[in-house]
């Protein structure tokens, strides 16, 4: 009975485990859409050069 238990158990963590790094990708090609866009559309500063749209 313990090893029915532990091969489950061990099926529902992996299957978990899949569905949050599934969730991660789809969180890592949002994220990338954005700061493509940001990018992309940065505006210009007074002297006329690009300026940056992050606050490093």
């Known amino acids: 009975m313990i ?4 091969v489950l158990l061990l099926i529902l ?3 978990g ?11 890592a090609v ?11 559309l940065r505006g210009n500063t007074r002297g006329g050069s690009r300026s940056r749209w992050y606050r490093w």
């Not at 485990?17 to 969180?27: E, R």
């Open 30 to 40: 949002i994220v990338l859409v954005l700061w493509l866009l940001g990018f992309l």
């Open 17 to 27: 485990a899949g569905f949050a790094v599934k969730i991660l990708w789809w969180l």
């Open 3 to 6: 090893p029915i238990l532990l």
């Open 13 to 15: 963590i992996l299957f």
